[in-house]
């Protein structure tokens, strides 16, 4: 199976414009980001930005950090609604460039430290496993997570298939104070890195937003309405660092490991 990566990088965002150049010591976030999954097994991985100046970027320093050749960058649309809108753009166009691949991993642009394990892990899933669609979850520790509507928790069967995803705590504990849920029962939250076949990723970038999906603004659940399995394994290496805000860049540029 010949997997590609792709990591969505939008310079425009509500909360933090310009993040994927964000400098983290003293390389930018998307630097960083590319350079933990060139550490990957991945044959390919390509930067998809909707910005010239993320371009330019990359551009910059591509062969400083791939001598194999694997990494390029790639101008795509404006108006994608999600990311995996914009792998899919990258697909279909490297296909029709007479390159194709067989799956997809969607890899966070503001993930500079995830572990290149865990995009191996999301990839041996649909090797593996057969899986059509992947994601991976952790355990939740904090009891605010619970409650908090930017963490989405996810449910998932005796055979790692998500039944499903929820900004809302998952599942209710009857006759328990709030407090003591996560005593009671394990929580999950979900990761923000997905993985497709080619087939899987065409298929539900072409169906139209679902009930649930505009409920919870949650896409995967537009998958799981349409009968698309998604397939759920609990992430293995070191936690990843998301960063939203400007004071999540301030914090992971306290940290020692990246003053360089």
């Not at 490297?94 to 991993?105: I, K, N, T, W």
């Not at 998604?230 to 003053?259: C, Q, W």
């Amino acid at each position: 199976m010949k997997v590609l990566g792709v990591i969505p990088a939008r310079y425009g965002s509500t909360r933090f414009p310009g993040k994927p150049l964000a400098m983290i010591g003293e390389k930018t976030m998307i630097r960083r980001t590319c350079e933990q999954a060139l550490k990957a097994s991945l044959d390919a991985v390509v930067v998809a930005t909707d910005d010239t100046r993320i371009v330019e970027e990359v551009e910059r320093w591509q062969g400083l950090v791939d001598g194999a050749g694997r990494l390029r960058v790639m101008m795509t649309r404006e108006d994608h609604p999600s990311g995996t809108d914009r792998c899919r753009e990258v697909l279909d166009t490297l296909e029709a460039q007479g390159a194709p691949y067989d799956a997809v991993v969607n890899i966070q642009g503001d993930e500079p430290m995830i572990d290149p394990a865990r995009i191996d892990q999301l990839a041996s899933l649909l090797k593996e496993k057969g899986a059509p669609l992947a994601t991976l979850a952790e355990p939740v520790t904090d009891a605010a997570e619970l409650d908090n509507a930017n963490v989405v928790k996810v449910v998932f069967d005796h055979g790692g298939r998500a039944l499903y995803f929820s900004r809302h705590p998952l599942p209710y504990v009857r006759g328990v104070e709030r407090q003591q849920w996560l005593d009671q029962t394990p929580y999950y939250r979900h990761l923000g890195l997905y993985a497709y076949t080619a087939t899987a990723l065409r298929a539900v970038t072409a169906l139209p937003k679902s009930r649930l999906e505009a409920a919870e603004s949650l896409e995967q659940l537009r998958w799981l309405e349409n009968g698309w399995p998604v397939h759920i394994a609990v992430a293995v290496g070191k936690p990843s660092f998301g960063i939203d805000t400007p004071e999540d860049l301030e914090r992971i540029n306290r940290m020692n490991e990246y003053k360089i």
